[in-house]
């Protein structure tokens, strides 16, 4: 399936603009973003619950936009279940088959199959109202699935569980759409729900996409800054490339230090910001002779707090300039815990090289800098 240009509009507000995407057949593809980055505007595009006002939306090679709903070779799974009330859970599940006029008898192999992988075949004869939400959300899904849509939509459809449920319906998701090798397109504000399930993940952000990547990469090799502040803790040191190295860049950080990173396509002069995940810091009192880790790089902070999360304990620490790092240290040892600094303390944060990444700012802020530069008189531009 192909996006190409896709736009739409609600009034003077752009909610897609010009989104380009393409998603591989079978693949469990993640839209994800903050509430109005326009994740869920563009899977009503696909499903045709919304026209766009420019692009095209294409299904094996045939632009579906302008099509409605029900002609086009996907289902959707909501958030809100959608069951019918007065059906069984088996009749709700063959309402689109009856509706198509397949045979009694494959309608019935169809969806005990279907239930039986989600693992409902024994609740056939029971009224949805009679089944738990997770259950409910289960239905819906094998009768999304019952059909056989070219691609399965699926809109915040964990959204309404409780976490200890939403987790395991996250593991169940993948499973079932790795046994039926359908295109799943899901859309999601979580991102611990994102990594787990997806093949890839679009990370969108105000109408456009930041960036594309399996979730590895997103998370430990973020494009710009959105991405690295929305997929786990924000880690931002704010610096001016000095110049390159080779495939490095040296940076000059805002912090008073200057670091050497892989130069991620950013020229000598550009601003720029160093990323390090809070696990891959170490925290070490200031003046104190660090564990010797090759080639380490690091600056220097003050606490400003302390955490005790359970598994970790949470420190986060300013910089000079005002930057501030959260530091994850495990509470593997116990003596080690109580030994962490507290608040007010001078330290030292450290990492090694391949931890550290540099980044450009989100191209959704980029895009509203060139169009005020654009719009904006030359004499307010210029100031």
Known sequence: ???????KRFGDFTAVDALDLTIDEGEFFTLLGPSGCGKTTTLRMIAGFE??????????????????AHKRPTNTVFQSYALFPHLSVKDNVAYGLKRKGVGKAEVEERVQAELERVGLWGEANRRPSQ???????????????VNLPKVLLLDEPLGALDLKL?????IELKRIQQEIGITFVYVTHDQEEALTMSDRIAVMNRGIVEQVAPPEEVYERPSTTFVAG?????????????????ENAVV?????VTVTAPANGIGAGEQCHAVVRPEKLYVTPKGQDAAG?????????????????GTATQLVVELRGGSRMTVLCPNTDEAERQSLPGGGADVRLSWTPEHIHLVRESGAERATADHEAVTLPASQAAG
């Open 1 to 7: 399936m192909t996006l190409e240009g896709v736009t």
């Open 51 to 68: 026209q766009p006002d420019a692009g095209q939306v294409l299904i094996d090679g045939t632009d579906v936009a302008g099509q409605p």
């Open 131 to 145: 089944l738990s939400g997770g259950q409910q959300q289960r239905v819906a899904l094998a009768r999304a699935v």
């Open 166 to 170: 939403r987790k395991g319906l996250q």
């Open 230 to 246: 929305f997929i786990g803790v924000s880690n931002l040191m704010p610096g001016v490339v000095s110049r390159l190295e080779g």
């Open 252 to 256: 000059d950080l805002d912090a008073g």
């Open 293 to 309: 880790r090759a080639n380490e790089q690091s600056v220097e902070g003050v606490v400003a707090s302390s955490v005790y999360l």
